[in-house]
């Protein structure tokens, strides 16, 4: 079993965080990779950690706060959702304002810009403003990033039972990328034509419709951007800001201050895709803040005998383990090193171990671990009002849904998207958005996520670390962010 730390009561800087960890998740999905592989790796679909059933409970975490009910979920008709009706929580607001009045604030109380001169465009006619949202749906791993689509529905449900822009309801129209950059790009070609930005889109394949999306100028506020080409394209933007040349310094100032294991690490990392790249560099960029890493070693996704690994760790006496991969992967690396008697200070693993399938195929063995994340936990949704908002808004929209790492970010994104296109008003234009969003930076959607540097696509520097005892998941050395920068 691995070695647990009893959770001291301690104060802790406001955390930073950094969306490199989202290529972790993706890197079983790499392009050398055939089907069987990919599903191999990430395992059968699960529900994502906090996933919120129809009577409204959360597993292990209690149950969805607030909120309200709707009595308009929204209609759909060839994959365009427009919403309305009312709302009996949540509060209303009105002349299209939906901005946040303080960190934790759900709601918002301005009015935004005025509408005089507003003009309709691409995707806007006199009663509505139509969104799109291309992610992965179907492909090697069925519904990988169904979650964001799914955010955005409910986002679109709970604005248009509560608030306007400018007299006019939001639709969205959804497309499936497939887990391919071919179709992201087909999607992209489409939404030029068909709606007036694309908001919350995630894909593991989305350098397909960079070009495209930049060429027709088309605004793409995405959950995040995971290739370097739909890091470039000037018109893209993810909610999870990210930066392959950075890493939040929060991650190996933790392990050295808490867990001593920072003179003699290790990083493991899958070899294919995203992962391999990340595990040399980030190995890199943490000894440059004092780490040293005595192990850094690819494990091919076809490997199933950890043993070799874990007895190389033994052998040099490692202190410290940090694993870029996929859930799956993660509990066979914990089950080697108890069969071996193999106990490091501290397992560390980024936001993708937060997920119901760790838990249910690690069991006691992948007590211990802790993760780092940069966004509030599903069981403390009781302590963040945009977190209930979110939960709340997707169990109505689609019970039993599965909340997940990737639908906070494009919830995000909905929210960013709104309360970007209210300030501009009758100035809204596919060019004034991009041009305005380029400016946003410490974005949290109302406290739901750490800061993100949307405009700047930099690193946000803010983690916080949860610990897994007993099967749930804890706060390990407090709630609050650890915000310390970044090294580059």
């Known amino acids: 079993m691995l070695r647990r730390r009893a959770i001291r009561a301690r104060s802790?800087?406001?955390?930073?965080?950094?969306?490199?960890?989202?290529?972790?998740?993706?890197?079983?999905?790499?392009?050398?990779?055939?089907?069987?592989?990919?599903?191999?790796?990430?395992?059968?679909p699960s529900a994502q950690p906090g996933t919120v059933t129809g009577d409204g409970t959360i597993p292990g975490g209690g149950t969805v706060p607030g909120g309200g009910t709707s009595t308009a979920g929204g209609t759909t008709t060839g994959g365009t959702t427009t919403g309305g009706g009312t709302t009996t929580g949540g509060g209303t607001a009105t002349g299209g304002a939906t901005s946040g009045t303080g960190d934790n604030s759900a709601t918002g109380g301005g009015s935004g810009a005025s509408c005089a001169g507003f003009k309709n465009g691409p995707g806007i006619t006199d009663d509505t403003i139509t969104i799109g949202?291309?992610?992965?749906?179907?492909?090697?791993?069925?519904?990988?990033?169904?979650?964001?689509?799914?955010?955005?529905?409910?986002?679109?449900?709970?604005?248009?039972?509560?608030s306007d822009i400018?007299?006019?309801?939001?639709?969205?129209?959804?497309?499936?990328?497939?887990?391919?950059?071919?179709?992201?790009?087909?999607?992209?070609a489409a939404?030029?034509?068909?709606?007036?930005?694309?908001?919350?889109?995630?894909?593991?394949?989305?350098?397909?419709?960079?070009?495209t999306a930049q060429g027709c100028g088309l605004p793409d506020i995405r959950s995040a951007s995971v290739t370097a080409d739909r890091s470039a394209c000037t018109t893209c933007f993810g909610t999870q800001s990210s930066n392959s040349g950075e890493f939040e310094n929060a991650v190996p100032d933790f392990i050295m201050k808490n867990y001593g294991g920072g003179q003699h690490a290790a990083m493991l990392y899958t070899n294919a895709g995203a992962a391999a790249e990340n595990?040399?560099?980030?190995?890199?960029?943490?000894?440059?803040?004092?780490?040293?890493?005595?192990?850094?070693?690819?494990?091919?996704?076809?490997e199933f005998n950890y043993a070799p690994y874990v007895q190389q760790m033994?052998?040099?006496?490692?202190?410290?383990?940090?694993?870029?991969?996929?859930?799956?992967?993660?509990?066979?690396?914990?089950?080697a090193m108890k069969q071996q008697s193999f106990e490091p200070k501290v397992y560390l693993l980024d936001p993708s171990a937060y997920d119901p399938s760790y838990i249910a195929q690690g069991g006691s063995d992948v007590?211990?671990?802790?993760?780092?994340?940069?966004?509030?936990?599903?069981?403390?949704?009781?302590?963040?009002?945009?977190?209930?908002?979110?939960?709340?808004?997707?169990?109505?929209?689609?019970?039993?849904?599965?909340?997940?790492?990737?639908?906070?970010?494009?919830?995000?994104?909905?929210?960013?998207?709104?309360?970007q296109a209210t300030q501009l008003g009758g100035k809204?234009?596919?060019?004034?958005?991009?041009?305005?969003?380029?400016?946003?930076?410490?974005?949290?959607?109302?406290?739901?996520?750490?800061?993100?540097?949307?405009?700047?696509?930099?690193?946000?520097?803010?983690?916080?670390?949860?610990?897994?005892?007993?099967?749930?998941?804890?706060?390990?050395?407090?709630?609050?962010?650890?915000?310390?920068?970044?090294?580059?």
């Open 428 to 488: 809204l234009t596919r060019a004034a958005l991009v041009d305005s969003v380029r400016k946003v930076d410490n974005w949290t959607a109302n406290g739901m996520h750490a800061p993100q540097r949307v405009g700047s696509k930099r690193v946000g520097d803010c983690w916080r670390f949860i610990q897994l005892n007993g099967g749930k998941w804890s706060p390990d050395g407090g709630t609050k962010y650890q915000c310390n920068g970044t090294t580059s």
């Open 367 to 419: 007590d211990g671990t802790v993760v780092f994340m940069n966004f509030t936990p599903f069981e403390e949704a009781s302590s963040n009002k945009e977190m209930q908002l979110y939960l709340s808004w997707l169990n109505q929209v689609k019970p039993g849904a599965n909340p997940g790492f990737f639908g906070v970010f494009s919830w995000s994104a909905a929210r960013l998207f709104v309360e």
């Open 191 to 211: 939404g030029c034509d068909d709606v007036f930005a694309m908001v919350g889109s995630m894909s593991a394949f989305d350098s397909g419709g960079a070009s």
């Open 133 to 162: 949202n291309s992610s992965d749906i179907s492909g090697p791993v069925p519904g990988l990033f169904e979650q964001s689509q799914d955010a955005v529905r409910a986002y679109v449900a709970y604005f248009n039972a509560t």
């Open 279 to 302: 595990g040399k560099s980030q190995a890199a960029l943490q000894e440059k803040r004092g780490m040293h890493f005595d192990y850094i070693q690819g494990i091919d996704v076809s």
């Open 314 to 335: 033994k052998d040099k006496h490692i202190e410290s383990v940090q694993f870029i991969g996929a859930p799956a992967l993660f509990v066979r690396m914990a089950q």
């Open 166 to 188: 400018c007299g006019r309801k939001l639709a969205l129209k959804t497309y499936d990328s497939r887990t391919d950059a071919g179709a992201d790009q087909q999607a992209y």
């Open 12 to 44: 802790t800087s406001s955390i930073a965080v950094a969306a490199c960890a989202l290529s972790l998740v993706l890197a079983a999905c790499g392009s050398q990779l055939d089907p069987d592989t990919v599903a191999q790796v990430n395992g059968a």
